[in-house]
Structure formats: structure tokens, C-alpha cells
Nanobody, 128 residues
Framework: QVQLEESGGGLVQAGGSLRLSCVAS????????MGWFREAPGKEREFVAHINWSGGRTYYTDSVKGRFTISRDNAENLVYLQMNTLKPEDTAVYYC?????????????????????WGQGTQVTVSS
């Protein structure tokens, strides 16, 4: 049974930082592509960041470029999202997702349908 468990969310003031973690079990993590998505109240789930199986390729949505960094530790089955200079508009539930198919373009990594497994999410709230 595949499980993805996020942690690290919380309440932070604008300009602050948080690091989200996602630990995976039950899948071949080192061959899985990983993504972070977020869902704000009243909005659709949106892509945030993606890292390929080796960690050699990353993608970001424009609104987080230069502020967020995705990374992974294949030895520990962990993927991280370091979030700096947080803004109130970053407030959302953040979800970790794993995909087993090849995703080589921005169009494919941003589509939630290309990910096979999802975590339960962790709340991030940024106060102004």
C-alpha cells in the first residue's frame, strides 16, 4: 500500500519560511517523480513544483520561482519543499504527489492526472 505523508505546515508571518516534508512508503521512490500541489479555499488544486526521479530536473510554477525549492533524498524516501519569503497568497493546503510515468515537459508535470498517489495534505497559513 502506497502512503505519502506530509509534514511541516503551520502558521507563519509574511516573509517567513517553512520547509515541508513528504515521506513515501510502499512504492519505488527512487524511480518515482514527485510533485507538490496546493489548494486554497475556493480554488482549484494547482501545481507548485516537481522533481524528477533522480533530482536532476525540477520545475516550478511562476509564482514561486526564486522563493521555493524542491529537493529529494532517495535514501530516506523523502521529498522536501523549502518555502522562503512566504506571502499571504501562498496560504493553502499543500499536497505531495508521486507519479510513476515519465514526465518530461512543463505541460505533463503540472497536470494532476499524471500523478498516481497523493498525500492527505498539510496546511500552510501565511499571515499579513
Amino acid at each position: 500500500q502506497v502512503q505519502l505523508e506530509e509534514s511541516g505546515g503551520g502558521l507563519v508571518q509574511a516573509g517567513g519560511s517553512l520547509r515541508l516534508s513528504c515521506v513515501a512508503s510502499g512504492l519505488r521512490f527512487s524511480s518515482s517523480n514527485m510533485g507538490w500541489f496546493r489548494e486554497a479555499p475556493g480554488k482549484e488544486r494547482e501545481f507548485v513544483a516537481h522533481i524528477n526521479w533522480s533530482g536532476g530536473r525540477t520545475y516550478y510554477t511562476d509564482s514561486v520561482k526564486g522563493r521555493f525549492t524542491i529537493s529529494r533524498d532517495n535514501a530516506e524516501n523523502l521529498v522536501y519543499l523549502q518555502m522562503n519569503t512566504l506571502k499571504p497568497e501562498d496560504t493553502a493546503v499543500y499536497y505531495c504527489a508521486a507519479g510513476t510515468r515519465a514526465m518530461l515537459t512543463m505541460a505533463t508535470v503540472t497536470s494532476s492526472t499524471n500523478y498516481d498517489y497523493w498525500g492527505q495534505g498539510t496546511q500552510v497559513t501565511v499571515s499579513s
